[in-house]
């Protein structure tokens, strides 16, 4: 299997994978809005029986009584309401996360593209080009490291451009979803009976749980692809390459010795262990509001 078949094979594995998590995360939180919107509506429907039963004024849903206090009259025009906001508030909430998670797990990609494309650095410079169409190598390994030191320092400024963009919202994000975690849990162990809310908040905990995860599973594959390049280099039958050659692959294994990363605001790399750590502590929280 050609360099190129591998790329591909390895881009589209990816990108499958993160559809899936990606729907998964969405469906899980649909299903917690509406649920909760449908039942407080059913909820609302009940109680306005029995206070017309009880020639009692009627009671409007959620936040309303507070902005609309005398419009009882237009029920059914709230329940619509309510299901275009959760409509509409769904994908808001989740934009952030997906929009720092696919910059993420895009760069994680491109890394683990170019390990593929160095380890098979002898084919690539017979082919006829390699990304640019100006670029034709006919053998000349020496072109093609020249490329790649190139295309490597693109990499490593993208990645770090991108944490000094998103390093604080990330921080939010986990701390928001650590914290949300942390009180439905509080609520769950409250609950005494199975019933709808019961179910809707064990949803909501693994649409969170998955969520916490992705982040730090996209900002691993980061860390653990930058330093695989140094493993690419050493792949690539190094020894057969001339003294130019050699030092340009000592150039770019000196980049790789440093590895990239994500950071969560100023308390340093987020890896696999970070989301440990984030349900860890948001079990310490439980237990204390426990206590």
């Known amino acids: 299997m050609s360099a190129e078949d591998d790329v591909i094979k390895y881009y589209f594995h990816q990108i499958a994978i ?66 275009f906001l959760a409509t509409v508030v769904a994908p808001t909430y989740t934009s952030s996360f997906f929009i720092v998670t696919t910059c993420m797990i895009f760069g994680a990609i491109q890394l683990k593209i170019f390990q593929i494309r160095i380890k098979k650095i002898h084919e690539t410079a017979k082919s006829a080009q390699y990304e640019s169409k100006e670029a034709q190598y006919d053998g000349d390994v020496a072109l093609v490291l020249n490329e790649f030191i190139r295309k490597h320092q693109e990499l490593i400024e993208f990645i770090t451009n991108l944490n000094k963009t998103t390093k604080y919202i990330t921080f939010v994000e986990f701390l928001v979803s650590s914290l949300n ?67 340009m692959v000592l150039i770019m294994l000196m980049r790789a010795q440093k590895p990239l990363y994500m950071s969560i605001g100023p308390f340093g790399s987020m890896t696999n262990e970070t989301a440990l750590l984030m349900i860890k502590a948001s079990y310490s929280y439980v237990a204390f509001m426990k206590d």
């Open 181 to 247: 975690c942390a009180s439905i849990v509080t609520s769950l162990i409250k609950i005494k009976s199975w019933d709808a809310n019961l179910l809707i908040i064990i949803t909501y905990i693994l649409a969170l749980t998955i969520q916490i995860f992705a982040y730090a599973w996209a900002a691993n594959e980061i860390k653990v692809h930058s330093l695989g390049i140094a493993d690419a280099l050493f792949e690539s039958d190094w020894y057969h390459f001339n003294k130019k050659c050699r030092k």
């Open 18 to 83: 993160w559809r899936i998590v990606t729907w998964t995360i969405v469906t899980l939180l649909y299903i917690v809005i509406y649920s909760y919107i449908f039942f407080g509506i059913y909820d609302n429907i009940e109680k306005n029986k029995f206070h017309k039963i009880m020639n009692e004024s009627l009671e409007i849903p959620n936040i309303y009584p507070i902005l609309f206090p005398a419009k009882t009259e237009h029920l059914t025009s709230f329940y619509y309401l309510n299901v």
